[in-house]
Structure formats: structure tokens, C-alpha cells
């Protein structure tokens, strides 16, 4: 976030006299340089007082907060067990201190005097190579450049052996500095579910107005510490929409069922134009677009320019976001010593946290409120009926809708599930079918046999694709890295759980004599096992779009893979019969499913929306 404050406490007599140094040292500085109102971040207290920058971590059930400077502290950082009632860390003994960063880097800037002599900002917490990283901004010597506010910043690193710190940093200098005048910002991990790589992801200041603000993303090395060998930034996002007005900030990425999506911020943020957006991503380090119906998170209420977002996954699995808002009608901080004097400080302009359940919708995103009807709920896959004659279209909240001869068995619509619903497949007798989740568990509807589950072991990576057998008395499901879990009279043929692939496993298809089965990747790269022979792949073609399923033929000597933007791939004697390719989706391409005969297919997309080529026929869709 561009001209950031700090807001310190000035409460009770320990810090007085540092105050006093660094009070005198604001009266001179830059506007909205310092902000001395914020009350005592008071250890081992309840707080909900001012809290910028918001960045979360959940880890071993519970949830821990970082932000900007506050309260008396570089980087405040607080728990809670329901994400509603934080509590500050307790003090370091001997004392009254609870910073998480005690002494920011060596090598920063010295803007001021006494505890506070250097203007750090926007922490991002990952737990990387067992320990816990921080990520953080500081401002450094600007080269005599024209910043946006005449400083410049930096990125740099602290770690920790717990997530309450104290984390400590002996770099020797930043880990990112942009070159454009104002640096770099931001920093924000992301730990990828499906791969296990670490990534930052950042903003360069840019000029407002002039050169757009953009955001950026590079791998981590195994450590956290330091970028992966033989990697570069990459570019994700630049200041493009209208709501953005000249700035782009604050990035944050999460993976959330079969999604990558970005969350960042937009437009001044001293206003009430500031607010979030939302941008779904092909990888960590590319193939961003903006969401058209930006921004998903605007001022509502009493609750103005909200931003500064980071998003994670609760302990149940449920997408939430964390963000700041200003009080209304307040959107700037008061003007220190007034306020001091006058004891309204904390009644004043201030940044608070607010944490909210995010979700998506066929409309793109809705943050907080009740959850969608069934019309919000994302489509993740299709399965057609033996006959052809109809299909099946589940939903990531465990909803069904059945379409032709298809059976309406059931569903899991209104359960509080442990993990979303990723994939389907019907019965041979086309009565029944299951549902599978990203954690391996398994329903059975109809006549559809359970023969076992995943639900209570801790896997490596999520599943992502079901197949039943032949004979219906039996089904496979394989994970993200391409790891195989079979039941019933499903067989194990091999899998690629102890390879190191370029990319995830997204699908997978069994062969008709139910002894082999192929696994896919996002890159198209085909795994072949048991008597499914390889037929050709897109694993060295440079794809407009990820895959995201596959489709075998009736005969088993092809297959046809689609990618999300519904672009087809047919290989051995699978034939082309058309595509979504080069056409405008109001959502992106889930999966795929042939007809009986192998004459055609239909695409499903993450509305609900069906595609119907060859002798496939339309009989509906969401």
C-alpha cells in the first residue's frame, strides 16, 4: 500500500520518552508520515481497535493475525479460535514488549528516534521448510528518486520457530527492490495445496497516474528465504480497470476448489473508493484475469474503503478473507497531536479487521452474507448416462442436477462437508452415482455401491478425479500428484505419488477393460498405466489455457482432453467434433464426458453451462 501510516501507542508512561523523540521527528516529516493514536496493543488483552494490513494464518487450530504497525509494536500479531474475539500476544519477560519483529533489518532506513527508528509495513506470514517466514516492507534510502511519497521500500524476511514470533531477520539486504522509485510492497506467500512449491507474490509502487502499479510473483526456494534457482519475477496483474483508479495493491492468492484466484486491492486508500478485487490465475506465476464484475468487495454501511485483503482456508476448509476498513465516515487517519489531546483518538479514523466468508458464485465472488442458493453453487464436473441419454452435472457444495434418463438419486446439498466436492461418475445401470471430495471421501447414491475412502487419512495432495470400473463394483480416485487409490475390484497399476511432475493431476479416465487407466496434468502430460496405452499428449505445446479433464473412447485406443477455456486435444482415434475454444465463456470449462458411442461429448462449465458436439445431445443445463 502506497503512503502507508503507522499507527503507534501512546497510552501509559514505558514509552514516553521514546514517544516524545519520535513525536518530534513526525512534526517534520512527510503528511500521513506517522499516526500516534492507535490504542496499546496491549499484551495478552482482547483487541479490536486499529489493524492494517491484515494477513492471516491458520495453522494447528488456531488463527494468527499480522498488520502494519500498531499499537507499539513493528508487527502486532494476535490469535483467536473463532476468528471473531484476537487476543494480542502475551509480553516477552521480562517487560511489556510483544512485538513479532523486534528489530526489523539492519539494513532499512533510519527514519526516526528512540524504539521506532525505522518505517516497516504489510507483513505476509507462511509456514515454509518448518518454520514460519515473514514477509515485510521498509522503507530504505530512496537514491534521490521522486517516490510517490518520497520514500522508498524494500522487501525483507524473518523467521520464526513459532508463529507468535519473535521473528528474526539477518538479511543482509532486501530480498525484492524493484527498480521503479517507490519499490516494492506487499509481500504476500503462497504456499500452492496441489504442489507444495512456495511463491511470493508482490506489488511495485510504479508512478501513479504515469507507470502502472503492478503485481508480481517468483517461486521460493525450499527455505522461504531466498527465490528458487534459475527463476524470474513474473508479471500478473497491472492497473487496467476503472474502479482501480492508479493503483493495484495488496495481492494475496489462495487455490479453492479447482481455482487459483488473486485477491487485490484498488484505487486510494484514503478514500472510500478503495476496495478488492478479484482475478483468477492458470498458474502461480501467470495467465491472471480480472473478474469482470470488479470489485467483489466495495464500502457498505458503516464500513468504508475496504481492503488490504489476504484470503486462506479456515480449519473446516471454507474460503475466508481478512481485510481492513475504515470506520465511517472517516477514510483518513485524525492529524497527531490533536486528537491526543482532545482523547478522541480512538474514537477517530482507524483501519479495523474484519474477517468473512467468501463465496463463489456462477457471478464470480460474494464476500460475507448468507451463503448462495443452489444457483451460486460452482459446477465441477459432468458424467453421462450409459445410454447417452442424459448426464449429471455436481457441484462443489455437494448439489446435483440431473439431466435426460440420468438419475436424481440424491445429493449432498445442505451438508456441512468436510471438504468440496470435486468429481462424479455413474453406476453401469445408470441408477446411481458417487460424489467424491477433495479429501477422498465418498457418497453413494442409488445403486451405487461405497467400497471405501480417502475421508480419514492425511493425504499428500488432494484428489481430483474419479473413475468407476467396467463392472461398477468398483472405483479409483487419484490425487494432485498423480497418487492412486483404488477400491472395490479397481486395481492398482501404477501412479506417479513418487514423482516430481512439471505440473498437477487433474483428471484421470479408465480403459474398457477396466485393467489401466490414464492420469492427466494441467499441462496435458499423459501418465499411462496398466493396458491404457499412450497415444499423444500436450505436455510440450504451449497451451492458452490449463487442462482440466479428460475423456476416454469406447474402443480404449484414444482420448480427448479439454482445456478450461473448452479447447479440445484429440489423440489416437478420437475424433475432433468441435470446441469452445474460440469463443467468449461466461465461466471456464470444468470437465468433459463422451457419448456411449464415442461420437461426440459434452463440456460442462462452472455455471452449469453445457456444451454438446457430435452425437451428443443437449438435454439441459443449470
Keep these: 500500500m502506497r503512503l502507508r501510516t503507522r499507527a503507534r501507542w501512546a497510552g501509559t508512561s514505558f514509552v514516553l520518552v521514546a514517544l516524545a523523540a519520535v513525536v518530534a521527528t513526525t512534526l517534520t516529516a512527510p503528511p500521513a508520515a506517522a499516526y500516534q493514536g492507535a490504542p496499546w496493543f496491549q499484551p495478552g488483552r482482547t483487541y479490536d481497535a486499529n489493524f492494517p494490513d491484515p494477513s492471516v494464518l491458520a495453522y494447528d487450530g488456531r488463527y494468527y493475525a499480522y498488520g502494519t504497525t500498531t499499537g507499539g509494536s513493528y508487527i502486532p500479531v494476535m490469535h483467536s479460535s473463532d476468528l471473531v474475539t484476537w487476543t494480542a500476544r502475551e509480553a516477552y519477560a521480562p517487560g511489556n514488549k510483544n512485538d513479532a519483529l523486534l528489530a526489523p533489518a539492519s ?45 522508498r521500500r524494500c522487501i525483507s524476511v524473518a523467521t520464526a520457530d513459532s508463529p507468535l514470533g519473535p521473528f528474526v531477520d539477518n538479511s543482509t539486504g532486501p530480498l525484492v527492490c524493484d527498480a ?8 504476500q506467500p503462497f504456499v500452492d495445496t496441489d504442489t507444495g512449491a512456495a511463491y511470493l507474490i508482490w506489488k511495485s509502487e510504479g508512478v501513479p497516474g504515469s507507470a502502472p502499479t503492478k503485481i508480481w510473483s517468483r517461486r521460493l526456494d525450499a527455505s522461504g528465504t531466498g527465490f528458487a534457482g534459475g527463476t524470474t519475477a513474473s508479471l500478473l496483474l497491472a492497473t487496467s480497470q476503472g474502479w482501480e483508479g492508479d493503483v493495484i495493491e495488496n ?52 464500513r468504508l474503503g475496504p481492503g488490504g485483503a489476504t484470503a486462506f482456508l479456515d480449519h473446516g476448509g471454507q474460503l475466508q478473507l481478512a481485510y481492513h476498513w475504515w470506520n465511517a465516515p472517516y477514510t483518513s487517519y485524525p492529524a497527531y497531536p490533536a486528537c491526543q489531546s482532545a482523547g478522541t483518538c480512538q474514537t477517530q479514523g482507524q483501519r479495523r479487521l474484519a474477517v468473512e466468508p467468501v463465496y463463489l458464485t456462477v457471478a464470480g465472488a460474494q464476500v460475507g452474507g448468507t451463503p448462495p442458493p443452489f444457483g451460486g453453487d460452482r459446477a465441477v464436473s459432468v458424467a453421462a448416462s450409459a445410454s447417452g441419454g442424459g448426464y449429471v452435472i455436481a457441484g462443489a457444495e455437494g448439489r446435483l442436477a440431473s439431466y435426460g434418463d440420468a438419475p436424481s438419486a440424491g445429493s449432498m446439498a445442505g451438508s456441512l462437508l468436510n471438504a468440496p466436492i470435486v468429481a462424479t461418475d455413474l453406476t453401469v445401470s445408470g441408477g446411481g452415482y458417487w460424489l467424491l471430495g477433495s479429501d477422498g471421501g465418498v457418497f453413494s447414491f442409488g445403486d451405487a455401491s461405497f467400497y471405501g475412502s480417502t475421508g480419514s487419512m492425511r493425504l499428500n495432495r488432494p484428489v481430483v478425479s ?15 500428484d498423480g497418487g492412486i487409490f483404488a477400491f472395490g475390484d479397481a486395481a492398482f497399476y501404477g501412479s506417479t505419488g513418487s514423482m516430481v511432475l512439471n ?15 490414464w492420469l492427466v496434468a494441467s499441462d496435458g502430460g499423459i501418465f499411462a498405466f496398466g493396458d491404457a496405452a499412450f497415444y499423444g499428449s500436450t505436455g510440450s505445446t504451449r497451451l492458452n489455457q490449463p ?25 489416437g482415434d478420437a475424433a475432433f467434433y468441435g470446441s469452445t475454444g474460440s469463443i467468449v465463456l461466461n465461466q471456464p470449462v470444468v470437465g468433459m464426458a463422451a457419448t456411449p458411442s464415442g461420437g461426440g461429448y459434452w463440456l460442462a462449465a462452472a455455471d452449469g453451462g ?13
Design 107 to 151: 539494513w532499512g532506513e533510519t527514519t526516526g528516534s528512540g524504539y521506532f527508528s525505522k518505517d516497516v509495513d504489510a507483513p505476509g506470514v507462511a509456514r515454509i521448510g518448518g518454520r514460519f517466514v515473514l514477509y515485510y516492507a521498509i522503507v530504505v534510502a530512496n537514491g534521490g528518486q521522486a517516490s510517490v511519497d518520497g520514500r
Design 180 to 187: 521503479d522509485p517507490g519499490g516494492s510492497i506487499d509481500p
Design 251 to 302: 495481492p494475496s492468492m489462495v487455490r479453492y476448489r479447482g481455482q487459483l484466484l488473486l485477491f487485490y486491492s484498488g484505487n486510494d486508500w484514503q478514500s472510500a473508493a478503495y476496495a478488492t478485487g478479484l482475478a483468477t490465475c492458470s498458474s502461480p506465476t501467470g495467465g491472471c484475469a480480472k473478474a469482470s464484475r470488479n470489485p467483489i468487495l466495495a464500502s457498505r454501511n458503516d
Design 466 to 480: 474419479l473413475a468407476a470400473t467396467t463392472s461398477g463394483g468398483g472405483y479409483w480416485f487419484v490425487a494432485a
Design 503 to 517: 505440473q498437477p493431476v487433474v483428471g484421470m479416465a479408465a480403459t474398457p477393460s477396466g485393467r489401466g487407466y
Design 547 to 571: 487442462i482440466v479433464g479428460m475423456a476416454a473412447t469406447p474402443s480404449g485406443r484414444g482420448y480427448w482432453l479439454v482445456a478450461s477455456d473448452g479447447g479440445i486435444f484429440a489423440f
Design 610 to 622: 453445457i456444451f454438446a458436439y457430435g452425437n451428443a445431445t443437449f438435454h439441459g443445463s443449470r
